[in-house]
């Protein structure tokens, strides 16, 4: 089944990409600054947080004394956030916005939430990569350590894609899972050191932060990019066990459901 | 070779009573059943062959869109099964997955990938489509500019860019001014001669008469009839009348045609004659001459009030002419069991040549669609002959009259 799947994205990679490729020329096609507002955004968000959290408030990383080292921190739980939260927050709507495609046309379905993910991973790599000659504008680059970021980004991706589509399908049947999820996805950001640094936080919260999958994810991105420093492998094996399990819950659910799905758009 | 087969296909559609009905159903699935089970389609069976062409007809919620939606492939039968040789292409929504900001071709190519082209077949496909959306220099323009009868010209000429072995049409789909609508049914036309199969859906008999080679009619979920054109079509008009397959009544008559009968059955025809002039019951009649039509009636149950008409069609079902009793001027009131009516049309017989099929009908009042109490397609066949007069073509008598001048040039 998973082979049949594979085959119709292949099938209709054509469809996919031109749909990448129109979503991201609409996005800025109107716009006087086009694609320069894909940064834009990003970008003052990381001014507000450093602002307010490394000037204002005076957080201090551990070992690290200097503003841009919190910028860099930042960055790096930050943007990788954005990537997941993109991922989750679109594909659970992937199939309601599309209702009228999947009512009137045949095409496979699950090329829906891949254009989502190619979507998010374009948005991504533009931020990021900015984000990259950044570090090395200014002298930080980890240098080859930075290949250590490939597969946990394969890690969250996976994760991000299983939990959208379970939440994709399950929104269709019961629509209070969209409104849900955006909350749940708030909690989930502010319950992940990203802002701030996972020491400020008292001994007693620490244990639960052992069932924050995102919390392994988000601190090896920071020991690569930050300290340079490969990350402890060990810590990502449950957030990779749970990405696996979440995905191929995500499978189970479209097998079953996905026929009923159109009767319910 | 069949192209599409159909095995006892149903569609149910589930209707839980709550929200947390489904919820409480998927949670716990040893749980009784929470939900109606509400059949759209039961127990259809159908074997359509290469290069035929099939009327899919049915009053509004039969479950015609929900058939063409399994054949299409976009919603999963619940039960049955449904096998395709060949690719489908539906003409049912035009213009799916246009995207206004993007240009005419821009979007043809995307059309064309969901179609599943890839875009080296589209390159190749795109001078043909443009050529046939007709909409010139506007192809490089946003399609939000364009007026809706380029954006569905445009999408028509996408959609049928390649011979599909399986083409679905819904008449719903008015494509532009008459003139485009006349070259993108002799598109349709070309694909069938070159062996494309049909499916048509549609109310309008000439459409599905001129085109259809069998008729399926369906009637709450279910196939209620499948056969020749004309046959299923009187059926599926009787149907409109009466709403009950059990009222309708199809036999074959003396003159080995089908005749349909419905309605409630308050009052009944007994007789149809054709008479001449001179009051001779006839089967065929001089073109130009007078001829009465008389029709016996008789009144089973009491009724208030009553309207008599017929009409004539011709060979291919087509109607060449109807009128009633109301229309006449003539009211007929307060009926009593056991009187019998007695009908005189008068009229001159100015059809061409041909066999010609009488319907008559009863009913409450102008249109029979209230309270029919009687509907009869081909209860009199007559022919027209004309030895007499002319010999014309067509089947209206204008009774033309020649005058005719030679002028020189003037030197």
Known sequence: MVNAQLKAIWSYRGFIWGSVQREFQSRYRNSLLGSFWAILTPLATILIYTIIFSRLMQVRLPGMNDTLAYSIYLCAGILTWGLFAEIIGRCQTVFLDNANMIKKLTFPRICLPVIVVLNAGVNFLIIFGLFLSFLVLVGKFPGWVILALTPILIVQIALAIGLGVFLGIMNVFFRDVGQFVGIVLQFWFWFTPIVYPASVLPEYIQPWFRLNPMVSVVAAYQSILLYGQWPQWSTLVPATLIAISVCLLAIALYWRRAGEMVDEI | ?411
Not at chain 2, 10 to 16: F, I, Q
Request: net charge negative; aromatic share 8%; charged share 20%.
């Open chain 2, 1 to 411: 070779m069949t192209i599409l087969r159909i095995q006892n296909l149903g569609k149910a559609y589930k209707r839980y009573f709550s929200h947390w009905a489904r919820l409480a159903e998927w949670c716990l699935p040893s749980s009784p059943p929470r939900h109606h089970v509400h059949w759209a389609l039961q127990d259809v069976n159908c074997e359509v062959q290469h290069g035929e062409a099939i009327g899919i007809v049915g009053m509004n919620g039969a479950g015609k869109s929900t058939l063409l939606k399994i054949i299409a492939g976009t919603t999963q039968p619940t039960t049955g099964i449904i096998q395709m040789n060949g690719r489908v292409a539906a003409l049912l929504e035009l213009g799916m997955g246009f995207h206004p900001d993007f240009t005419g071709r821009q979007n043809v190519v995307m059309a064309g990938q969901l179609f599943g082209f890839l875009v080296d077949e589209i390159q190749t496909l795109l001078p043909e489509i443009e050529a046939f959306a007709e909409i010139g220099d506007y192809i490089e323009q946003p399609v939000r500019t364009y007026s809706s009868g380029m954006l569905m010209r445009l999408a028509f000429a996408v959609a049928t860019a390649q011979r599909p072995d399986l083409l679905i049409v819904d008449e719903a789909l008015s494509v532009g001014d008459s003139y485009f609508q006349h070259k993108s049914f002799r598109k349709i036309r070309t694909f069938r001669e070159e062996g494309t199969t049909l499916l048509l859906v549609s109310h309008d008999r000439n459409a599905i008469q001129s085109i259809c080679d069998r008729v399926i009619v369906l009637h709450e979920g279910k196939v209620v009839k499948e056969g020749p054109a004309e046959e299923a079509m009187d059926f599926y008009h009787a149907l409109l009348a009466a709403r009950d397959v059990n009222l309708i009544r199809q036999e074959r008559n003396t003159f080995g045609k089908v005749q349909t009968v419905s309605g409630g059955g308050e009052i009944t025809v007994a007789k149809v004659r054709l008479l001449t002039g001179d009051g001779k019951s006839v089967e065929a009649v001089e073109t130009g001459t007078n001829v009465r039509l008389e029709i016996t009636a008789r009144v089973n149950k009491p009724v208030e009030e009553a309207v008599m008409g017929f009409m004539i069609k011709d060979r291919f079902g087509q109607i060449m002419y109807g009128i009633n009793s109301y229309r006449l001027g003539q009211a007929i009131e307060h009926l009593s069991v056991g009187e019998q009516l007695v009908f005189c049309f008068e009229f001159v017989m100015n059809l061409g040549k041909g066999n010609y099929s009488i319907t008559t009908a009863i009913s409450k009042m102008d249109s029979h669609l209230s309270d029919n109490y009687e509907w009869c397609d081909g209860g009199l066949i007559f022919s027209v002959l004309n030895t007499r007069k002319v010999d014309f073509v067509g089947s209206v008598s204008l009774n033309a009259v020649l005058s005719f001048q030679r002028v020189s040039p003037e030197s």
